[in-house]
């Protein structure tokens, strides 16, 4: 049969990958999927450039165009890649490309993540399917995972290191103690991030993954606006340090879970057991645990970005798309794992509904009664403490860092806590707070 024929948009780092593992394994991909995947154009804002780019891999008759749209929609096009990133004109793009009949392979988490909904009911009006593999963790097949391999579970929770930037600055802090600002610009030097590092460090990249991951595990409409996003700026070497004595790990997660009454959908920087296989995850690796009924825990590890990972998963797309194409459009894997018709209208908790545990950090006047005054104030609130640990005052000093582990509670009665703690004239600090699981 005539190879499938598809349209990179975008000749950045993924589509390099692309280019090279389709030339690399041409042969194995038609044995799995059945026909040949042939690039039968590229669109790219500077051809010449994108061609010196994508390399000898890239057969030199394969045209490069700058018209992103007339690609999109052209009559012999069968699959569009959407490999630009941002929301537009990619989002312009990939419904012109669904208008057009078009399957389209995106590894777009932040498209995904604010049009999904959008992009999803035009597909399924269409006829076409719409795949996103690389959109969440890189080369680990997680959607395949959660969307397939688990399809028997009920899906209980999520939680995954799902940025690799973040996860390797909070390696270096821990390994190498280093200060945020200092693990940052080694970041940088190595090419873990970007010289804008905003939507990393600041949680909001994990944030477009969570919403994906939510989405597929609950059966539930993408709504990345009801996320509660932290990121890892505030943290502190000393937060590191404390967390270690403690037997915990700190490392910036996705967390989702299902508790009946709504679902949780919060990043945020969390303690973990330092016993738990995810919390050892270290440098720009990614890690994803899903827990399910009746499998229990399962663990899914791998590189997170990158060129060829990445396109490690776009080109399973791929496979899967040149596999279905002809199908049934109703005998299809749906986008989000669940029949259009059946979704849940669970709500999304806000954050201060949540339950977790805590750790806090307080800056206090080292003189008597302030414990007192601080375990009265959670036992107000009825906040139940786990663990302490109060550091003695060097010598001359007249402040010390108590640190205090609690047992779930409300996020609410937390903060009303925070806020009276705050206020004693025996706390010289802004209060450090970080959410505690033990993902079990």
Not at 85 to 91: D, K, L
Request: charged content about 20%; proline content about 4%.
């Amino acid at each position: 049969m005539k190879p499938l024929q598809i349209a990179l948009l975008g000749a950045g780092t993924v589509a390099s990958g692309v280019v090279q593992v389709l030339a690399r394994n041409r042969e194995e991909l038609q044995r799995r999927a059945g026909r040949g995947i042939a690039i039968a154009a590229i669109a790219a804002r500077n051809p010449d450039k994108a061609r010196a780019a994508l390399g000898d891999a890239l057969p030199i008759t394969t045209a490069i165009t700058t018209d992103f749209m007339a690609l999109a929609t052209r009559p012999d096009i069968d699959i569009v890649v959407e490999l630009m990133g941002g929301i537009s004109p990619a989002r312009e793009l990939v419904l012109a490309a669904i208008g057009a009949g078009k399957h389209v392979v995106t590894a777009n988490k932040a498209l995904l993540a604010l049009h999904g909904n959008e992009i999803f009911a035009a597909a399924q009006s269409r006829g076409v399917m719409v795949d996103f593999e690389a959109a969440v963790a890189g080369g680990i097949p997680i959607i395949k995972a959660v969307r397939e391999g688990l399809a028997g579970n009920r899906i209980e929770w999520v939680a995954g290191i799902i940025n690799g930037t973040t996860n390797f600055i909070l390696s270096e802090m821990r390994d190498k103690g280093m200060d945020f600002a200092t693990a940052l610009k080694q970041a940088q030097a190595l090419g873990y991030a970007e010289a804008d590092p905003t939507f990393d460090i600041e949680g909001v990249d994990a944030a477009h993954k969570a919403t994906i991951l939510c989405a597929i595990a609950f059966g539930v409409p993408v709504q990345f606006d009801r996320a509660y996003v932290e990121g890892i700026t505030a943290l502190q070497a000393a937060d590191i340090r404390y967390a270690e004595q403690l037997g915990y790990r700190i490392k910036l997660l996705g967390i989702t879970k299902n508790t009946g009454a709504g679902i949780e959908l919060r990043v945020h920087p969390t303690l973990i057991p330092a016993t738990r296989l995810i919390a050892n995850v270290e440098g720009a690796m990614n890690a994803v645990v899903v827990q399910g009924d009746a499998v229990g825990p399962t663990l899914y590890y791998g590189k997170g970005a990158g060129s060829e990972p990445t396109a490690s998963a776009v080109i399973a797309d791929l496979v899967d798309v040149t596999r279905l194409h002809t199908a049934d459009p109703e005998h299809r894997v749906p986008h989000l794992a669940f029949q259009p018709d059946a979704m849940s209208d669970l709500p999304i908790l806000p954050m201060d509904q949540v339950v977790t545990a805590y750790y806090l950090r307080l800056r206090v006047a080292d003189q008597t009664g302030v414990l007192a005054d601080l375990t009265r104030i959670l036992a107000d609130e009825g906040i139940s403490i786990d663990g302490l640990i109060q550091r003695e005052a060097g010598e001359g000093e007249r402040q010390t860092d108590l640190i205090i582990l609690t047992h779930d509670t409300v996020e609410a009665r937390m903060n009303a806590a925070i806020s009276r703690m705050q206020a004693l004239p025996s706390v010289h600090a802004p209060i450090v707070r970080i959410r505690k699981e033990e993902l079990r």
